[in-house]
């Protein structure tokens, strides 16, 4: 029993994961209806947003301490983060500690940006091309992104660490009555939790209470009378992207501390999230999120040693075989309308 | 003696009744129109015989075998063609190739893979997709790609192809609908010799009355997803139901 | 001849001559000057060059023809490596039985794949045949490790049973003895021109697999594949299952797949999972849409353009970049060179993606649009007499 209810913590933060960027792609499937296969490279900026305001932080004055020297005996060079100067040593210290959650602040309108300069200046121009050629352009700018980040950043991972409050681990077992240490499970994979939790609620939100949302959704149940309405979809569709481009983005700048950024981290995400929209169902954003949620779950029972012992391997394959599996008795996905994508 | 027979046919989309308790029987050899009203059916009835749609209850029966439950390209084998409201050719592909696809599908069945094969040693073939073109009137075209035609050459294409395939019965969505006068008049020609000339039935759906009056032996009134009456031109002409499923008027 | 009209014989004996003389081709430069650099006509680039040609041809045959966008056809080229490399170690070196299981071996998997996913068609397809890549990727990383020797790849030991080879035959892959490493040099006029059996080898094997893909284009089943892309519903309303042509036409393409792989093995006998990703699929996508989909050459084009820039593009690293532009002011050439150095050496895949995007944004018919473009311009034809024959 310990074991189960560790696991399925364990899948909650990479099914948070999955859930979001599963979230954005199934927005702009839903409203542009574009395939875009560059939604893991945002997720890869955002959780770079998080890296650079890190090390933007850390940029440092030096001076040298006259009074001290280093093991060779030269006057010991003392580097201080210019924040530390401004704000002095204590809120500095808290501003570089927290720079991960800072990152957000900073992420959200860089990866607005990102969605509307990406949206009018390359994917409007292919709303009338097919889907094979908005998954190759996607693919290619998907290629440009990732080795810019590379060249930028270079190809090793960057730790980039949660803020020190949220180090340790809650011990859940302790809680529900079961042994000490036997689920214990980091504070900041509860906050991801947490977060994603927040971001989806506030998405399905904004679609179904404000105006802008319903419009939204009319035009993705049918976006030519929605356009004969005389409402300029086009506008809201590109600013629909920049909200797809940004939760991406979040769900990357939060993802850091969990897994260390990395310049494929994007591909990587990539092909899981296309199968996580593909179960869920094209164009449906419930659909997406259980299925998000599902299969991290899936997949972190899959890694259980008592489930590998029967089925070697099983790990490694469990969400691209559910998929397979789910796409060929229900085509539709778990959630999805008939006939969406089908040519 | 009939070739095909529609007994209770029923099909609904959710709550509405697209088909309600269809009965249709259409005789050998000759040219059936369906009119109705928009939203009577028509067009679900179709989709039904060719099996793009599996209906809720009842059966189809053509030449004495079910249609119900097998796939498109089994239901044309069997011998029934059908051409589309908008016309359905491959586009990508020249008028000589459009019409050889036809031309090999009557000769091989479904599936063989000739991928070694040289297309000029299919003499027969290509013998019999030029037949096809100068019938069509369309031969001085055999080299142009299909998609830069206008839409009544289109049609004749789609048309000579389903004929290419020598079909017993074949079934023609609304021909003329967005047709000029002189090409729907040439249509009406092309279709009156088809059903004169070869030995084959025809069913056609039709808004334009002159059309139908011009080229149907019967005809089938739908309304409301059912037939309303079945009668031959000259008694549908001045039929009370008819007049009032079309015009709303009441009858006197 | 071989069954091909006039115009088509000619095309294949011009393929065969360029190939033929692709070690001159590819070494324009003399030695010692300072364009040598781009002289491509080493034996490995070269053979490489055919080798995914291969692969681009087969896989052209799926999306050129039929539409269905492949992201998974890295596990046959992988499955064909592995194939041939486990000919090798318990059969024989003789690089014939080797290639012939990896064709074998890639097209039984290509059916079960295809089987599976032409099911579904679109955008489901694609992310199937992915879902289908990636899985065989890990499988190979994991539960198959006995068959792949997983990270390690597997490779040629000393202690193979090989038990068709005598004793004392050759260590190496070879044609009945011949090892494919020998290469003969021929210095003319200060060029040096490397002829190496291998590249050969692939070359021939290259030009057969040229010479069946020009005769499927030319076929009625070619036609049916195009008509499959052109209109799926009037085939089915035609008495024609869309399913076995599509199914045909990935098998086809998934053994010139295995066909490259093995030529891979054949080339160089180690065999990793790292071939089966995903992303080795994307590359072929690459370069047959950068060639041209749905023409005879436009892949093979695609393929020898991006393997003579790759190999290029690396070489010019910052050292070569400032030896270029060295008669510049010294501000100026220092951002000119780190300019440049952003596109150049590890920067190649940036280039490639741009590369990729231009060409999908602006030609989506790939090079052999653009010639056909220039070539139109120049005899100033106009471009709207429609092509019948896919393009050459």
């Known amino acids: ?343 | 003696m009939s070739i095909l027979e529609v007994e209770n046919i029923g099909k609904r989309f959710g709550g509405l009744k697209a088909l309600d308790n269809v009965n249709l029987s259409i005789k050998e050899g000759t040219v059936h129109a369906l009119i109705g009203p928009n939203g009577a059916g028509k067009s679900t009835l179709l989709n039904v015989l060719v099996g793009k749609l599996v209906p809720d209850t009842g059966s189809v029966m053509f030449d004495g075998q079910s249609v119900l439950g097998r796939a498109p390209h089994e239901i044309n084998q069997m011998g029934i063609s059908r051409v589309f409201q908008t016309p359905e050719i491959f586009g990508d592909l020249s008028v000589m190739e459009n019409m050889m696809i036809p031309c090999f599908a009557k000769r091989d069945g479904s599936f063989r893979m000739h991928a070694l094969e040289r297309m000029m040693d299919e003499k027969q073939i290509v013998a019999s997709a030029e037949e096809m073109l100068v019938e069509m009137n369309m031969i001085d075209k055999r080299e142009m790609h299909a998609a830069a035609m206008s839409r009544g050459d289109k049609r004749r294409l789609e048309i000579g192809m389903c004929l290419a395939q020598q079909p017993r019965l074949l079934l023609l969505d609304e021909p003329t609908a967005g047709m000029a006068r002189a090409d729907t008049n040439n249509t009406i020609d092309l279709l009156r010799q088809i059903s004169e000339e070869r030995d084959i039935t025809i069913v056609i759906i039709e808004h334009d009355m002159h059309v139908v009056f011009s080229l149907a032996q019967r005809i089938t009134v739908l309304a409301q997803g059912t037939p309303l009456v079945e009668d031959t031109p000259d008694n549908i002409k001045g039929h009370p139901k008819v007049r009032e499923a079309y015009l709303g008027e009441t009858a006197v | 001849m071989l069954g091909l009209n006039k115009r088509d014989t000619s095309f294949l004996i011009i393929v065969i001559l360029l190939t033929m003389f692709t070690p001159f081709l590819m070494q324009p430069f003399s030695e010692g000057s300072a364009m040598a650099q781009f002289n491509g006509g080493y034996p490995d680039l070269m053979a490489k060059v055919a080798i995914f040609g291969i692969f681009a041809m087969g896989f052209n045959i799926l999306f050129g023809l039929t539409g269905y966008l492949s992201f998974g056809h890295a596990a046959f080229l992988g499955v064909g490596s592995y194939s041939a490399v486990w000919m090798f170690k318990l059969l024989t070196l003789n690089v014939f039985p080797a290639i012939i299981l990896s064709v074998i071996v890639a097209g039984l998997f290509s059916l079960l794949i295809g089987y599976i996913s032409l099911r579904r068609s679109g955008i489901y397809f694609s992310i199937l045949t992915l879902a289908m890549a990636e899985m065989s990727y890990r499988l190979a990383y994991s539960v198959f490790t006995p068959l792949t020797n997983g990270e390690t790849g597997l490779q040629l030991r000393p202690g193979d049973p090989r038990i068709l080879d005598a004793a004392d035959a050759s260590r190496y892959p070879n044609l009945f003895g011949l090892e494919l490493s020998t290469s003969y040099k021929l210095e003319v006029l200060n060029h040096v021109f490397t002829f190496n059996v291998g590249f050969y080898f692939c070359a021939v094997i290259a030009i057969i697999a040229f010479y069946l893909t020009l005769r499927i284009f030319r076929s009625p089943f070619g036609m049916m594949l195009r008509a499959v892309k052109s209109n799926q519903n009037r085939m089915s309303f035609t008495g024609l299952n869309p399913r076995p042509y599509t199914l045909a036409a990935f098998v086809i393409s998934g053994m010139y797949a295995g066909l490259a792989g093995g030529l891979l093995a054949v080339m160089d006998p180690l065999a990793g999972a790292e071939r089966m990703q995903w992303t080795v699929g994307g590359e072929v996508v690459i370069m047959t849409i950068l060639g041209g989909a749905g023409t005879l050459l436009g892949p093979v084009l695609g393929a020898g353009a991006i393997k003579y820039l790759e190999n290029i593009f690396s070489k010019i690293n910052e050292t070569v970049l400032h030896s270029w532009f060295s008669f510049m002011p010294d501000g100026m050439e220092d951002v000119v060179v780190s300019f440049f150095a952003f596109f150049t050496g590890k920067g190649w895949a940036l280039t490639l993606g741009l590369m990729f995007m231009l060409v999908v944004t602006f030609l989506p018919g790939g090079l052999v649009e653009g010639g056909q473009r220039i070539w139109n311009k120049i005899r100033r034809k106009k471009p709207d007499t429609p092509n019948n024959n896919p393009a050459e």
């Open chain 1, 1 to 343: 029993m310990d074991v189960i209810i560790l696991q399925l913590l364990n899948g909650l933060d990479k099914g948070s994961a999955y859930a979001l960027i599963a979230l954005g792609l199934t927005l702009i499937f839903g409203t542009l209806g574009v395939v875009n296969f560059a939604h893991g490279a945002l997720f890869m900026i955002g959780a770079f947003c998080a890296v650079t305001l890190q090390k933007v932080l850390n940029i440092s004055s030096e001076a040298i301490d006259p009074t001290k020297t280093d093991f060779l005996g030269n006057p010991l060079v003392v580097k201080t983060p210019y924040v530390v100067n401004w704000f002095g040593p204590e809120t500095g210290a808290l501003i570089i500690d927290w720079s991960v959650p800072l990152a957000l602040l900073v992420a959200v309108p860089i990866m607005i940006l990102v969605g509307f300069i990406m949206e009018r200046g390359l994917i409007k121009h292919f709303y009338h091309r097919p889907h094979a050629d908005q998954i190759l352009v996607t693919f290619g700018l998907a290629i440009v992104m990732q080795e810019l980040i590379k060249q930028g950043f270079g190809a090793n991972a960057i730790p980039t660490g949660a803020p020190d409050a949220f180090k340790g681990s809650y011990d859940f077992g302790n809680l529900l009555g079961f042994d000490p240490n036997v689920i214990i499970y980091p504070y900041w994979r509860m906050i991801y939790f947490a977060f994603s939790a927040i971001v989806i609620g506030a998405v399905f939100a904004f679609l179904r209470f404000t105006t802008f949302g319903m419009v939204v959704r009319a035009g993705m149940a049918d976006r030519e009378t929605v356009g004969l309405l005389g409402i300029n979809i086009d506008k809201r569709f590109t600013i629909m992207f920049g909200i797809a481009a940004a939760v991406a983005g979040i769900a990357g700048v939060m993802y850091a501390p969990i897994n260390s950024p990395n310049y494929h981290m994007g591909m990587d995400f990539l092909v899981l999230s296309f199968v996580v929209v593909v179960v869920g169902g094209m164009g449906s954003l419930p659909g997406a999120v259980l299925a998000g949620f599902m299969l991290g779950i899936l997949e972190s029972f899959a890694s259980m040693n008592e489930v590998k012992n029967i089925f070697p391997g099983i790990d490694q394959i469990i969400i691209y075989l559910t998929a397979i599996i789910i796409l060929l008795v229900r085509p539709r996905g778990l959630m999805g309308k008939r006939g969406v994508m089908e040519d």
